[in-house]
């Protein structure tokens, strides 16, 4: 229970050790496991990898289309490593992208390659920490000129971004707060204007036709004009690279529109929506 500004629990432990989590862990052996499955499958590559400070690897998986002008899907997950629910949703994206049922999805990479990081920092993710990376650096406060030294994975990820460019960018959170799961846009940014909006209203319309677990009510309030702040990657990426640019938060507890009262917000319904999210980006380049 929640009380007194403070949540509260009380077990019987059944073993000397007891681990306790704020969601469902994504351990760095599962995300190991999950990028081998995946370099495993015909179509993914490994775009780039990072050694980190704290000697983890940050890898990008780059997913070619058949496109000859491709388009530049980004999708980066865990700047926050405990949203957890982040990494789930990765792993249900390159499931539908790479598994047994990518003939039902292939119809997305005619128009784009993807490029996707399934965790930005594994050293945070390592050491349990629920915001920062190894040296105690916010890194989605620090994407106006990553700093090579303090914010070196958001360095990278942003030096390989500019040699591809980038046409669609989505920034994958949990949020401890809002109990359901939305996505904010740009509005703030200096080169923010009525086609753009159009065009976020339109890409988290088509998400909600797409998954009953996704809300197109805003769980932040819009910045003013030209007061976002430009050291959070999404607002960065749109501002630089004139691009969609999208972070989507998932719950923690449930979604309050579509509650359950087993299993609240879960692995599973992450997996989903990373699988569902591919429905709005096909519409997205088929208009264009
Ligand atoms: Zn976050």
Redesign the pocket.
Known sequence: QFKDRQLQFSLTPATDVVYVALFAPYSYERHQDLIAWSLSQRQCELFASYETPDNHQIEILKIAGAAQAPKSVWIIAR??PA?TMAEWFMEGLLEALLGEERHLHQSVLATCNFYLVANMNPDGSVAGNLRTNGMGIDL?RAWLNPDKQQAPESHFVLQHMANTGVDLFLDI??DEDVPFAFIQGCEGIPSYNDALQARERQFKAELANASGDFCVEDGYPACEPNEAPLNIAGFQIGARFNCLSLTLEMPFTDNKYRSDAVSGWSPQRSKLLGKHILAPIKSLFQKT
Request: aromatic share 0%.
């Open positions: 700047q926050h949203e989605n959170h949990g």
